[in-house]
């Protein structure tokens, strides 16, 4: 059995494969795309594009062709959390989510995982990349506290559509650059801009 790592880059095979674990993970993709499911969720992940699978929760995933992923292994017993934010962290999993990164945020993921490709058995270095990532990844998820109404950012909403304008986007995907589920997302944007996401 391999040692856990907090921090790895990986390619996925082509058949479809499926488990749980004990851990949270953050998986964001580099190269190519991948499949996932998460708990009957599905959606693919392209390069700057992420999801979140929760402890225990069941996952199916599989590469498309060439593909290559960052993966942040969150165990339970030592949180990348930074001091104060484990309860920010925690909300984060309550659901699966799809995410959709700012390119700052993509250019110190190429970065890191560029260190960890050259020196993959370096736990330190592993766990240095991890929590960097995560503290980075805090401020870019921006989740707003519980008690606040939720406003769509539709900067990043537009920028996503931009990014993927060749292809079909989802209103799955777009929810996920909210980090909301599909309805709370459909009813928050018509409220917002008076359209439905397909008729923006």
């Known amino acids: 059995m391999s040692a856990f790592k907090p921090f790895e880059v990986m390619a996925l095979p082509t058949e479809m494969a499926h488990h749980q674990h004990h851990y949270h993970q953050i998986v964001i993709g580099l190269k190519g795309q991948t499949d996932f499911d998460i708990g009957g969720s599905g959606n693919l992940v392209g390069p700057g594009q ?33 001091p104060g934010q484990q309860e920010r962290l925690h909300s984060l999993f309550e659901q699966p989510r799809y995410f959709q990164l700012h390119p700052r945020a993509q250019q110190l993921v190429s970065v890191l995982s560029n260190e960890i490709n050259h020196n993959p058995d370096d736990a330190l270095l592993g766990q240095a990349c991890a929590h960097t990532l995560m503290c980075a990844l805090h401020r870019h998820m921006a989740l707003p506290s519980r008690p606040q109404a939720k406003r ?49």
């Open 50 to 82: 992420g999801c979140l699978v929760s402890s225990e929760l069941n996952h199916a995933f599989g590469g498309l062709g060439s593909n290559r992923i960052l993966v942040l292994n969150l165990s339970p017993t030592q949180s990348l959390a930074p």
């Open 152 to 200: 769509l950012n539709l900067d990043v909403i537009d920028s996503y559509i931009e990014q993927h304008m060749g292809r079909k986007i989802t209103v799955a995907q777009l929810a996920g650059c909210a980090f909301l589920g599909e309805s709370q997302f459909h009813a928050l944007f018509k409220e917002q801009t008076g359209l439905s996401p397909y008729q923006y």
